[in-house]
């Protein structure tokens, strides 16, 4: 899927999806971590229409792409698995279903888009259609791009996530290429 929180597209597992869900719109649930999206999980804080949006889990805010396998089991066990939207710069296994959408690329780590959409925005999903987006108008996202840039050092940042990082993933993430240029190591990333 490609659009205006993932430029560079984001991957769904079509056949895990059914029918009726193959277009979805819904209120955003921003989660700067997996840790803080199963507390709301499980808290009973999601319900039914939500778009559970987890950022600053892919190749650099991680880092290192770890699998969003609780979110998507955890709204299952709670009977929202076909009531709600997961979408994610993380990764998903090949044994997830549901509207699970993962690898959107740029990751919010990297100036992406995901990372401008705030609590409440309201996502529209078409599968058939290969599209997702937020929806707000440009110059709206092009404004909170603006803000979040003025925030210098804090830009593209999690807000407040404790999580410790060894030195070998902050070496990664600081040689990282985004999920849609594969997730390898670049050295030139290091000259930027």
Known sequence: L??????DG???KTAGVDDDNLTFNGKARIFESQDDAVAAILGDEIKAGDVVLIRYEGPRGGPGMQE???PTSYLKSKG???????????RF????????????SPEAAEGGA?????EGDMIEIDIPNRTINVAISDDELA?????????GAAAWKP???ERHVSAALRAYAAMATSASKGAVRDVSQLER
Do not use: F, P, Q, W
Request: aromatic share 4%; with cysteine; net charge positive.
């Open 2 to 7: 490609y659009g205006n929180i993932a430029t």
């Open 10 to 12: 984001c991957v769904v």
């Open 93 to 104: 296994s090949g044994g997830t279903s549901g509207l699970s959408i993962g690898h959107a």
């Open 68 to 70: 969003m396998l609780y």
């Open 143 to 151: 404004s909170r791009r603006v803000a979040m840039e003025a925030k």
């Open 114 to 118: 995901i990372g401008l959409v705030e």
């Open 159 to 161: 807000v407040a996530r």
């Open 80 to 90: 929202l698995g076909k009531a709600c939207a997961l979408i994610t710069d993380g």
